[in-house]
């Protein structure tokens, strides 16, 4: 099996959120949404190292708060920047090169599943580049002030989820590109798009939903409870 990364990207603001605090340390069933996600991957057999990146200022406290969760594994915590991008960036700075693969994954997703980072990984061993998406439930359309400007056709579009898995030299090829040319997305996938390789879509998981909106983070509980089950 080759040698494989994590990168935790809990370096955002959570401005949708509206919490008192960071959205990433929400407590779901007692803990802190970072723990959960992180864990997750401290214990796949097909992780080598979890680096959390945290917002600036925070690597102190956010190591304290894995260590009370008996994290002790997780030893790299590393500040992001201003947006996901950037944070994903500098998380791959100074990563240790014998690393082969890197997967990307928010910490706003808790309820990620070992079975999910499995098949992740496992197309990781074919491809170069892997996104795990699901269908979209609603029907998508375009919008112009107020009117309904053409409506999607459901069958072409996904949603895009996390983990994201890449070949790591591929993925800190496709960063500095997006960084030299000034070109942003949210998604490491797009970046690596830019950059003219194929990114493979794997089925994603239907209860690994991001915490964008607090009343995400009841849906959350519930999933995580049931999966304690
Ligand atoms: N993230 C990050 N660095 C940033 C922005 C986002 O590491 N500068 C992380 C978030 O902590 C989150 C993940 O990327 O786990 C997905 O981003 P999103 O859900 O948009 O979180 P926020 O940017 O924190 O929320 P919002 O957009 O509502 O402000
Ligand atoms: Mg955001």
């Not at 002790?72 to 082969?100: A, C, K, M, N, W």
């Not at 112009?144 to 072409?156: F, P």
């Amino acid at each position: 099996m080759r040698k494989t990364a994590a990168l935790i990207m809990a370096a955002g603001g959570g401005e949708r959120f509206e919490g008192r605090e960071s959205k990433t340390l929400h407590p779901l069933l007692g803990r802190p949404v970072v723990a959960w996600s992180a864990e997750r991957f401290a214990a796949n057999r097909g992780v080598g190292s979890v680096t959390v990146v945290v917002a600036p200022g925070e690597e102190d406290r956010i190591r304290k708060i894995l260590a009370d969760e008996h994290l002790h594994s997780i030893e790299r915590i590393v500040p992001g920047g201003s947006t996901r991008q950037e944070s994903v960036r500098l998380g791959l700075e100074g990563l240790d090169p014998s690393f082969d693969t890197v997967l990307v994954h928010d910490a706003a997703r808790p309820c990620v599943t070992q079975s999910l980072i499995d098949r992740t990984l496992a197309a990781l061993e074919t491809y170069d580049a892997v996104v795990p998406v699901v269908e979209s439930v609603d029907t998508l359309v375009r919008e112009r002030q107020g009117v309904v400007d053409a409506v999607l056709n459901r069958g072409d579009i996904a949603g895009v989820q996390t983990p994201q898995g890449f070949r790591a030299e591929l993925l800190v090829r496709a960063h500095g590109h997006a960084h030299a040319v000034g070109f942003s997305s949210s998604d490491d996938g797009s970046l690596v798009l830019e950059v003219g390789t194929t990114v493979r879509t794997i089925p994603g998981d239907r209860t690994n939903i991001k915490i964008t909106y607090i009343e995400d983070a009841m849906i959350a509980e519930s999933i995580l409870e049931r999966q304690r089950r």
